[in-house]
């Protein structure tokens, strides 16, 4: 496993930004205050006109930045934005300014889905091929705008924003019961408009094949509630520009869970990822997985209609300017990304 690279920086509350100008933006690129050595990215962008979104490898991270969407502020924090309508990868119909860990760095002769750039749990067949047995992802940020315009109000992805996950990496063959591609956890922000705080939860999504109808998520409330909540939360949630980290430590075969805000405290919670979740779920829930991280902000916005939990038919041109001015978007601002080996729960 790479070594532990960390940025912690200013852990002040800001009031909440629309976004940021151009001449709230430091000109140096997000590397020389984060250490990206082993991330890549993927950007709501497509300059090369091949109808997918742009990605920027680990070297080319060294020296990138993107005006809009992926840039350092004047207080060199980290800077994350995506609209509602731009392009999006093959599986998904959301936008995402995200970071996909790759313990490989560099060596690109390991392949992207290949054992050495991912990790997995103790139990899993092979895992000391893996780069190592689970791992750590650390973050603080604040979350400064969610879209605000949806058709579909009522499907649970509406206003939200995914700021963290762990995804497995998909198989060319699932007979095994693993390698559907699922994520084990995806953590949210939500804010419905008119409230005066918003929500941190997390889903855990039933490790089962995509046309399986028992493939749902399963949401836990942190701060505020979770998915299923209608209410203001108020005192009981976070603010936009407000403050808080979150710990994803995979230790053996278990994910341990710590969420902090000054205001309201920290909050532990754990899940097995080699018992599943409920009696619906996958028995050996991800134990069979290739896993990574992921850090940044995936909109859950979705110009997609169709209704449902995904499908929001939120509002969007495709033309930056205009999206941002009408709040089609979604922004976050990251104080700290950190990697590091798995520790002991304490």
């Not at 922000?189 to 490790?207: I, L, S, T």
């Not at 916005?301 to 033309?319: E, I, L, M, P």
């Amino acid at each position: 496993m790479p070594r532990a690279t960390t940025l912690l920086l200013s852990a002040a509350i800001f009031a909440m930004p629309i976004a940021a100008s151009a001449d709230d933006r430091s000109p140096a690129p997000p590397s020389s205050k984060f250490d990206l050595s082993n991330w890549k990215i993927t950007l709501p962008i497509d300059e090369n006109s091949d109808g997918k979104p742009d990605e920027k490898t680990v070297a080319e991270l060294e020296n990138y930045q993107h005006s809009d969407f992926f840039f350092l502020n004047e207080n060199s924090e980290l800077v994350f934005a995506a609209p509602n309508k731009a392009a999006t990868t093959a599986n998904s119909s959301n936008t995402r300014s995200e970071l996909r860990q790759m313990p490989r760095g560099t060596n690109t002769r390991i392949g992207t889905h290949d054992a050495k750039n991912n990790f997995a749990v103790a139990a899993r067949k092979g895992s000391d091929q893996f780069a190592s047995i689970g791992g750590k992802l650390e973050a603080t940020l604040r979350v400064d705008h969610v879209a605000l315009n949806a058709g579909e109000p009522e499907s649970k992805a509406a206003y939200s924003v995914v700021v963290g996950q762990i995804h497995a990496v998909k198989y060319k063959s699932t007979s095994s019961g693993f390698g559907y591609g699922n994520e084990p956890i995806k953590i949210y922000y939500k804010k419905f408009p008119g409230h005066d705080a918003g929500m941190v939860f997390w889903n855990y999504e039933r490790n089962l094949a995509k046309d399986d109808p028992d493939r749902n998520d399963l949401s836990v409330p942190v701060f505020g509630g979770n998915w299923e909540t209608k209410d203001d939360p108020g005192d009981a949630g976070i603010k936009l520009g407000e403050e808080f980290s979150y710990t994803i430590n995979v230790h053996e075969n278990t994910m341990y869970l710590t969420f902090h805000n000054e205001r309201l405290g920290t909050v532990e919670q754990s899940r097995s990822l080699v018992r599943g979740a409920d009696a619906k779920d996958n028995p050996y829930a991800y134990g069979g997985d290739s896993l990574y991280f992921k850090a940044g902000v995936y909109n859950q916005c979705s110009t997609k209609t169709g209704g449902g939990n995904w499908y929001a038919a939120c509002a969007g041109t495709g033309d930056w300017g205009i999206d941002k001015a009408n709040g089609d978007y979604a922004q976050a601002t990251f104080t700290r990304i950190e990697v590091s080996d798995s520790t002991p729960p304490e």
